[in-house]
């Protein structure tokens, strides 16, 4: 964990470099005062000599000075270089998410994905912060402290060897007993953000069947359930107070008894003892930062992992070492295909698909929920891998060729796809970032989009809400379709994507698709069978199987489950 996460300081190594020395020097200097102070009352103001307390208040002006420039100077490089540390971080962690598949994503969530990147990376920030700077500063004050109170009194200083053990022994338990409770917290937080991710998504089915109370029981019972750990551990973390003032408060009345003693006795001055009271508290006050700083890193430690996880994850698909950079027509050959979402599943999701998909024929694809109809197409463009077979574009293996130009040749329009906060043109130019207004237009006449946004005040520089909210289901579908099309691809795959769209207005966009782009090969998904009916051949699916392939006509004469579905459908036109 540590390896990885310290590759993301990266520019920021001077700054976490300087600041702990700033630290150092600060803090031997600022040990210096108590002792000089206890030399000033010493051979200044009991001897009533002032011209030696005169040099001597001046010399403390200039050290005090000189401390707070060198501590302002930690403060601003540990900052500087925390802030930084942080941003390279979500930085490392969006990049490699970025090149996730679809395997990786649904491994991780994509609320926990979320919640690593905003709160943990928020706790490894102040834990950094805290390393460089007052995890420096504590052991360092310990040493130092140390240090003046044996050249001080080398006898009262046993008083720390006995009283420091003991704090220490009560603060690893107490760490210990705290320990196990973040771990659980931060997987609170990532149910929490799942609850509000979806309320927030879906709010307009939220208030559509009146469930407001019962998401809001569901939020309580998440939160509530970080509440509740959070507060056993801020209870248990609470014992540090108590036992810091119980140890401080032994220590100084031990100083107070053995220190008068040597008073009486000769071996000690007033100012020396005045100056132990502040090495005393100097050693228990860094014993109980580096407590604190224990706690904090136990915290961050649980967030550190959960990142180095996602920094750390192999995708599961990658480029090969040497990649195919051309697709030359649309043929798709499926060979023996077989794939399960998880190696633990007993059923395949795919079993032994054979299909060969010749170059602009158009292909329907049908079949009941559940049948793998949308994980059929996701291989192609490599959303997901074979477990085995192979999948063959243009003659080679899809793990041949580089992502990119794979996907840019296979365009592929969800039933539910996305719109991003923009404008429509900029949404559309998703599907091609240098197309021409003209090229924009195309597309969207061939998707039947252009007369809707034609209607709009704003045209295509109209703004897209996010999510899309400001816009129909249909409109948005046909936004995608010609997003899609602006790939120019050499296979489209329409996955239920015009189900939001009126029959006579799908009918069209079969029409222009099929004049328009001849040479493309075209591979529609639908649950309707006017969807799909005039497609040169048609596939039913069945548990993750081909059960039959033909035309429209020659499965209604043998195939039970097309005839099924077509009678049914002719049923409810009625």
């Known amino acids: 964990m540590i390896n990885t996460l310290r590759k993301s300081i990266r520019q920021y190594k001077k700054q976490s470099l300087l600041s702990p020395l700033f630290v150092t020097g600060e803090v031997i200097i600022e040990m210096l005062i108590p002792y000089l102070v206890g030399v000033l009352i010493d051979n200044g103001i009991l001897k009533g000599n002032m011209p030696y307390i005169t040099r001597a208040g001046l010399l403390l002006l200039i050290i005090t000075v000189v401390s707070l420039v060198l501590g302002a100077g930690a403060s601003y490089f540990s900052a500087h270089a925390a802030a930084g540390f942080a941003a390279n971080l979500r930085k490392d962690m969006f990049y490699h998410v970025q090149d996730f598949s679809f395997e990786n994503i649904d491994k991780f969530s994509s609320s926990s994905l979320v919640t690593r990147m905003t709160t943990d990376v928020n706790n490894v920030q102040m834990s950094y912060q805290m390393l460089i700077r007052i995890a420096v500063r504590a052991p360092m004050m310990l040493i130092v402290s140390i240090i003046m109170s044996l050249i001080i009194s080398p006898r009262l200083s046993l008083i720390f060897v006995v009283i420091a053990p003991v704090f220490v022994i009560l603060m690893a338990l107490i760490i210990k007993c705290v320990n196990p409770y ?21 709010i307009r089915e939220v208030k559509t069947y009146v469930q407001e109370e019962a998401q809001t029981v569901k939020f309580k019972k998440s939160s509530g359930f970080i509440y509740k750990l959070f507060a056993t551990a801020q209870k248990i973390m609470s014992l540090n107070s108590m036992v810091v003032m119980a140890v401080l408060s032994i220590s100084n009345l031990a100083i107070c008894w053995f220190g008068a003693r040597e008073i009486v006795g000769g071996s000690l001055q007033p100012g020396q003892l005045i100056s132990m009271f ?6 228990l006050n860094s014993l109980n930062i580096l407590a604190m700083i224990f706690t904090q890193l136990v915290v961050s430690a649980a967030s550190g992992r959960r990142i180095a996880d996602v920094i750390n994850e192999k995708p599961s698909i990658e480029n090969p070492r040497k990649p195919l950079k051309h697709v030359t027509n649309g043929e798709v050959i499926f060979d023996h295909v077989n794939f399960k979402y998880n190696p633990d599943d007993r059923n395949l999701a795919l079993n032994d698909i054979n299909l060969k998909i010749e170059p602009g024929e158009t292909i329907g694809i049908i079949g009941k929920t559940g049948s793998s109809k949308s994980t ?14 192979a999948v063959r574009v243009s003659g080679h293996n899809v793990k041949s060729y580089d992502l990119k ?5 296979v365009a592929v329009v969800l039933q539910n796809n996305v719109l991003f906060s923009g404008t429509i043109k900029e949404n559309l130019k998703w599907g091609n970032e240098n197309a021409t207004d003209e090229e924009i237009l195309t597309a969207s006449k061939i998707a039947h989009a252009d007369d809707f946004i034609s209607e709009m005040p704003d045209q295509y520089e109209t703004i897209v809400e996010q999510g899309g909210n400001n816009i129909s289901g249909g409109q948005k579908q046909r936004i995608t379709i010609a997003r899609a099309l602006l790939k120019k691809p050499k296979i489209l795959i329409l996955d239920d994507s015009t189900s939001a769209v009126d029959t006579h207005t799908e009918r069209e966009i079969r029409e222009a698709l099929a004049t328009n782009m001849p040479e493309t090969t075209k591979i529609i998904i639908s649950q309707r069978i006017v969807s799909i009916k005039d497609a040169d051949r048609i596939v039913v699916m069945d548990e993750g199987k081909i059960q039959d392939i033909g035309t429209h006509d020659e499965l209604i004469e043998r195939n039970a489950l097309y005839s099924s579905i077509a009678k049914f459908q002719e049923e409810q036109k009625k």
Do not use: C, H, W
Request: charged residues 25%; positive net charge.
């Open 182 to 202: 973040f771990p659980k917290i931060f997987r609170g937080y990532d149910r929490m953000n799942q609850v509000v991710r979806e309320n927030v998504r879906g």
């Open 405 to 409: 130009t794979l996907r840019d040749n």
């Open 278 to 283: 502040s090495y005393s508290n100097s050693v």
């Open 376 to 389: 059929l197409v996701a291989m192609i463009p490599r959303l997901y891998d074979t477990d085995s077979g």
